[in-house]
């Protein structure tokens, strides 16, 4: 049982230069989200989505973009990388029952370290 | 005032010690609360959920404060192996079951 995968686990990026994160997630989940993760600062949600197909703005969406084609796989996008995007990239997903309207948890992905130089 | 809001600590407490933490929330609205444990360099792991007025699990117990806006996490007996950040989410009344995490409280268990 997987859960969430993350790929790459790190990444050393050049101001400008792009790349693509991947998230995978073998549990059927709805609900899948990026976050960033930088000292003093938390949890931060960049971009999220709530089903195959759709996507929408966290937090601190400026500078990514993202893309949901498949259910299992939510893409974050960098297209021009910035100094300030150094930092700790984590995914994660979440179940919802249509019945149930209470929130669940998060299953977190390891996550993946960039640096941007 | 940001929206959830933790002592970063650290916390540094004997082996047996009974320690908590204390995290507020700012949106009166918020439906739901988790406590995560987040080792050094690893990813957050849902240590509890608590919906109503609290959660007890072993030695762990959660408690929701609605009017004063604040969950707590107790931990009894506390272990070497406790030693980590821990993490409380805010979840509001959104479509998407969107988390609004604090910046984490860091506990230190000495033997």
């Known amino acids: 049982n997987a859960g969430v995968t993350q790929t790459p686990k790190f990444r050393v990026l050049k101001t400008g230069q792009s790349m693509t994160l991947l998230c995978a997630q073998d549990?059927?989940?709805?609900?899948m989200y990026w976050y960033r993760q930088d000292p003093g600062m938390g949890l931060r949600l960049i971009h999220y989505s709530v089903g195959e197909g759709t996507t929408a703005k966290g937090e601190v969406p400026d500078g990514y973009n993202v893309s949901r084609l498949k259910k299992q796989n939510f893409l974050l996008g960098l297209e021009s990388a910035a100094p300030s995007q150094t930092s700790v990239y984590f995914c994660?997903?979440?179940?919802?029952?249509?019945?149930?309207?209470?929130?669940?948890?998060?299953?977190f992905g390891s996550g993946t370290r960039l640096t941007v130089v | 005032r940001k929206e959830v809001e933790q002592d970063p600590g650290p916390f540094n407490v004997p082996e047996g010690a009974t320690v908590a933490f204390n995290c507020t929330y700012s949106n009166s609205a918020s439906q739901s609360f988790f406590w995560y444990r987040q080792d050094c360099r690893k990813e957050p792991k849902l240590l509890m959920s608590v919906y109503s007025s609290g959660n007890e699990d072993g030695r762990f117990t959660a408690q929701l404060n609605r009017a004063s806006q604040y969950i707590s996490l107790l931990i009894r007996d506390s272990k070497l192996s406790d030693s980590a950040t821990y993490l409380c989410a805010v979840s509001g009344n959104n479509a998407g079951n969107m988390l609004t995490f604090g910046g984490g409280t860091r506990l230190m268990v000495k033997p």
């Open positions: 994660a997903s979440s179940y919802n029952s249509r019945t149930d309207p209470l929130p669940y948890g998060y299953t």
């Open positions: 549990m059927n989940h709805e609900y």
